[in-house]
């Protein structure tokens, strides 16, 4: 930009980290192109060297954005980089950075990655006045998880942290049936409802939908088990009463149909595959 005249303030830098973290998702936003995400993940390395030519000293949501990229497009050597690189970076930062961090580790760092997630966690759980924990971070934690089929850790970061949560929202439980689901301790989604409700969140369409995932596969399970066809048509009932209530899309709200008429399948004696009745498009193991 030097070179034509063109100013580059900080704030730009935030712009475009954040441009190339949705790029990478793909058109289908889903992660599926590796294309996608390399070229991303260059292009943000690029500027990150021009940052460091220059010495410009970023503020919080430079950083953010910039580890953000590393978790959307896979880059956990790149996030530790920009984590340690104190002299570009300047101030403490704040829970919200640090889930981005940790989230980078946690899903593209391997085992060292998680030992790093581990001992934040251990520091958090050791002095709970200190923690700024959110719905956002638990989440993004638990995603990676899934995604790893790792049940130990995801039992472990919804036990130590979710008690930390002031205010607990949705999505900290969306993610948590994901990892349920993943990591096929499929009968620990339906209490979760109740443990919302106790703590005063109302399920959304989301949480709601993947409740009724859990109900079907319990279904595909013992078919000859009533409550489960009963469950599932009550839960998606309740679901489509709440579609409106957040952007929801016309192929969620299909997915949803499918599991109700998956289960009327079931239940009038056709024999499914388990692949059939795995209805949500995640990498199921």
Known sequence: QGSRGVPFSKQSYSIVFTALARTSTGLDGRGSSDQDKRLALQLGKEIWHQIKKHRVV????????????????????WA?????????????????????????????????????????????????????VDSTFISSLLNAAALQCMAVQGDHIWDVLAPLVSKREDI??????????????TAKVPPLRE???????????RVLKNEAQAHLLLLHRSPSTASHAKNLAEVVDLALERKNQQ???????????????????????????LSEVRVEKWPWP
Request: net charge negative; charged share 20%; proline share 4%.
């Open 58 to 77: 970023l503020d919080e949501p430079q950083c953010g954005a910039a580890l953000h990229l590393c978790a959307k497009a896979g880059d956990a050597q």
């Open 80 to 132: 530790r980089e920009i984590w340690s690189d104190a002299n570009f970076v300047r101030g403490p930062q704040s829970s919200i950075v640090l889930s981005q961090y940790l989230t980078a580790l946690a899903s593209h760092g391997g085992s060292a990655g998680w030992d790093t997630v581990n001992e934040e966690i251990a520091a958090t759980g050791r002095d709970p006045s200190q923690a700024n």
């Open 172 to 185: 900290m439980y969306i993610a948590r049936a994901k990892s349920l689901l993943l990591c096929q301790q």
């Open 195 to 205: 443990d919302m409700t106790l703590h005063g969140v109302e399920p959304g369409f």
């Open 247 to 273: 952007p929801v899309s016309h192929q969620e709200v299909g997915e949803l149909r499918r599991m109700k008429s998956l289960g009327d399948r079931i239940r009038a004696g056709e024999k499914l595959k």
